[in-house]
């Protein structure tokens, strides 16, 4: 989205002044500066490209259908912008009129819903292990790591650490024991709080 100077709201203005004026090359310059920044201001709260374009198209015919007795009192932008908005309202009232028009929406917003709720899932996860692991005891810890981070084996921790391969063993069921019940508490949460 291009950045707006305050050089160019006048020239904004006066293609405005010109499109009252029937200027059809002026209301083409005003489509052609304004049509994405608005595009995206409407595709980010439908979720769908052809609901976005049809609400700027919509904004654009009504200036142009308007332009006689067209009254901005703020910026242009400020007014181009303001109209989006409620057509976007506008628009998602039909959409929630029209069950296949929801179904559409669904479609659109739900996959980055999910990807959403999987990421915070994940870093949730990956928080209760790292706790988990810091409460481990010193040396449990240790060869839990060295299995976990290093991707060492259970002979190699053993002679690194000078253990027997069965304490090794033992020892990382148990952390790995104990990181399962933390997330099962954690899940169970999640599913029925509190």
């Known amino acids: 989205m291009a950045q707006r100077t305050s050089q160019q709201q006048p020239e904004i203005s006066d293609l405005i002044g010109r499109i009252r004026q029937d200027d059809a090359t002026a209301f083409e310059q005003l489509y052609t500066l304004m049509w994405e920044p608005l595009y995206v201001f409407a595709l980010k709260r439908l979720g769908a490209t052809a609901d976005a374009e049809d609400v700027v198209q919509e904004v654009f015919t009504n200036i142009w259908l308007r332009r006689h007795s067209l009254q901005i009192n703020a910026t242009v932008e400020a007014y181009l912008f303001t109209a989006v908005r409620y057509q976007t309202i506008n628009q998602l009232r039909?959409?929630?009129?029209?069950?296949?028009?929801?179904?559409?929406?669904?479609?659109?917003?739900?996959?980055?819903?999910?990807?959403?709720?999987r990421n915070l899932l994940a870093?949730?996860?990956?928080?209760?292990?790292?706790?988990?692991?810091?409460?481990?005891?010193?040396?449990?810890?240790?060869?839990?790591?060295?299995?976990?981070?290093?991707?060492?084996?259970?002979?190699?921790?053993a002679t690194g650490l000078e253990l027997s391969e069965q304490t090794v063993r033992n020892q990382l069921n148990l952390a790995r024991t104990r990181i399962r019940k933390s997330l099962r508490a954690a899940?169970?949460?999640?599913?029925?709080?509190?």
């Open 187 to 194: 899940y169970m949460l999640l599913v029925f709080p509190l």
């Open 94 to 117: 039909r959409i929630l009129q029209s069950p296949e028009k929801l179904d559409q929406v669904n479609e659109a917003i739900l996959p980055s819903t999910e990807a959403a709720f």
């Open 123 to 157: 870093r949730e996860t990956a928080a209760i292990i790292n706790r988990e692991v810091e409460q481990l005891p010193g040396k449990m810890r240790e060869i839990y790591l060295l299995s976990v981070e290093q991707n060492r084996s259970v002979a190699e921790i």
